[in-house]
DNA sequence: CTATATTCCGAGTGGAATAGTAGGGAATAT
DNA sequence: ATATTCCCTACTATTCCACTCGGAATATAG
């Protein structure tokens, strides 16, 4: 009951695009050296994370990846769920594939999977991109003070 | 990132003992049919929860399992524990088998897997078995009433 | 004492999912 | 032209999941 490294690669390589938003594009190849990342298997995130709308790509050299929105207009969870799809703590609950539990009516568990699914998103969908940049700068800043 | 049946058959039996809590003890099998698992698998959730020291067990015939504790002094936290280990929606962050990613110090995204491990944590150390009992009531009576 | 009902225990297995590899093709800036 | 980048499809090794199987130990009823 875990997120795949899709996801959680997906959120750092997202991260990166949104250092390098106003910059301009980033070649999956720098993300994936700075990340450690197998450069190949990003590509399979990144592809998704395409056809999904979140990131535009242009082809030769000087090209790359670009978020296709503001920072503060992503929020985590349209990142994990486009890699992972649907949060689905339990398979009677919450994704596209449920699983029919038969007594699905009477179950009496099925409140807490959907309470468990209602907290993720929660959490998710209301952190952006843009609110780790600002974490990172605030960061950055409290190393400089000291 | 998903629960698998461990955790769902395992609270699912939790119940069904709750239910029977009172009475005495409840044979594996009349829980397997009930529910309509495999018995020779959920033997193995029962082994677990009963080294967790959350059921006991007692052999021959009239034999079974009963719940340790009162329904209400066992929480769904402490079964999905017992059955999955520790939340930890990431692999960075909140288990025993921690990934360690090298610059966790800086890792922005650390604290988005802690809050989400800690809301997830805290819906379900907030439920306990005896509160389905008496939602189970509820919906009983509700029934009655239609 | 014996037959039966139950838990206990360890090992094995087929299929699905995960986490990648590999290799070539297409666009494009210089 | 050519180097650089994205694009696409297929393949693979490993791990995990959801069981199955066989039998031993133990308690109860008759």
């Known amino acids: 009951m875990r997120l ?34 197998s450069d190949a298997y ?3 995130m990144f592809a998704i994370l395409k056809r999904e709308r979140l990131i535009t790509s242009h082809r030769g050299p000087k090209g790359g990846y670009r978020l296709a929105k503001n920072p503060y207009d992503i ?5 994990i769920r486009a890699l992972e799809g649907p949060i689905e703590f339990s398979s009677c609950v919450g ?20 309470k468990i699914n209602d907290s993720i998103n929660s959490v998710i969908d209301y952190i952006t ?5 600002d974490k990172y700068n605030k960061n950055f800043n409290k190393a400089k003070r000291s």
């Open 75 to 79: 929020t985590i969870g349209e990142v």
């Open 4 to 37: 795949s490294t899709k996801g959680r690669y997906g959120v750092m390589a997202m991260y990166r695009l949104a250092v390098n938003y106003e910059a301009g594009t980033t070649s999956l190849k720098d993300i994936a050296e700075d990340l450690d990342y």
């Open 42 to 44: 990003l590509e399979q």
């Open 129 to 133: 991109l843009g609110d780790l940049l």
């Open 95 to 114: 994704g596209t594939e449920n699983y029919d539990c038969k007594r699905s009516s009477l179950c009496v568990t099925k409140e807490i999977w959907e």
